[in-house]
T-cell receptor
Framework: QKEVEQNSGPLSVPEGAIASLNCTYS??????FFWYRQYSGKSPELIMS????GDKEDGRFTAQLNKASQYVSLLIRDSQPSDSATYLC?????????FGTGTRLQVFP | AAGVIQSPRHLIKEKRETATLKCYPI?????VYWYQQGPGQDPQFLIS???????DKGSIPDRFSAQQFSDYHSELNMSSLELGDSALYFC??????????????FGPGTRLTVL
């Protein structure tokens, strides 16, 4: 079992809708979590970081963390075609990131 | 704002050759990480350095070595290249020291192709 699990998708949502991306992690993994967005052939780009239980909002993005359930999610409101990318969940373990396989999001006009 | 710089951006090598990838972290970042991303795969941690010392090691082959220099730039040396080494190699930097969980900022990557 991988330390970080994500639904590989693709997750298809219409423009303007809410996209919900989920991630579960094993109990070995650290308690700091990062969401990165990666376009094909490009480098991961930081979207959000979250360290404590609850919600954290930044613009159209909201990260949610539930340590008891070992679950972290990312909500994207008012999805745009430019949001179409792979979203990587990345808990940190000491000083390295453990990436999930990523969820491919497709936002169609 | 300055970002992480990697060079070269593209590299083509033959099997059994050597390759050197370079990474220049964001100014005042003292921690550097290397990741390998194969086609259709998630990035895999290779190795990290803090203040010029190796701080952690992941799934890095013995054929690979890396170091961080006094100006904090880092080089990843790869010898006896194999076809399976073809991948994107990312460098990331952060301002935190070992054991902290500060944000890592990624460079544009080096695409290595081994023929």
């Amino acid at each position: 079992q991988k330390e970080v699990e994500q639904n590989s998708g693709p997750l298809s949502v219409p423009e303007g809708a809410i996209a919900s991306l989920n991630c579960t992690y094993s109990d070995r993994v650290s308690q700091s979590f990062f969401w990165y967005r990666q376009y094909s052939g490009k480098s991961p780009e930081l979207i959000m970081s979250i360290y404590s239980n609850g919600d954290k909002e930044d613009g159209r993005f909201t990260a949610q963390l539930n340590k008891a359930s070992q679950y972290v999610s990312l909500l994207i409101r008012d999805s745009q075609p430019s949001d179409s990318a792979t979203y990587l969940c990345a808990p940190s373990l000491a000083d390295k990131l453990i990436f999930g396989t990523g969820t491919r999001l497709q936002v169609f006009p | 704002a300055a970002g992480v710089i990697q060079s070269p951006r593209h590299l083509i090598k033959e099997k059994r050759e050597t390759a050197t990838l370079k990474c220049y972290p964001i100014p005042r970042h003292d921690t550097v990480y290397w990741y390998q991303q194969g086609p259709g795969q998630d990035p895999q941690f290779l190795i990290s350095f803090y203040e010029k010392m190796q701080s952690d090691k992941g799934s890095i082959p013995d054929r690979f070595s890396a170091q961080q220099f006094s100006d904090y730039h880092s080089e990843l040396n790869m010898s006896s290249l194999e076809l399976g080494d073809s991948a994107l190699y990312f460098c990331a930097s952060s301002p935190a020291g070992r054991g902290l969980t500060d944000t890592q900022y990624f460079g544009p990557g080096t695409r290595l192709t081994v023929l």
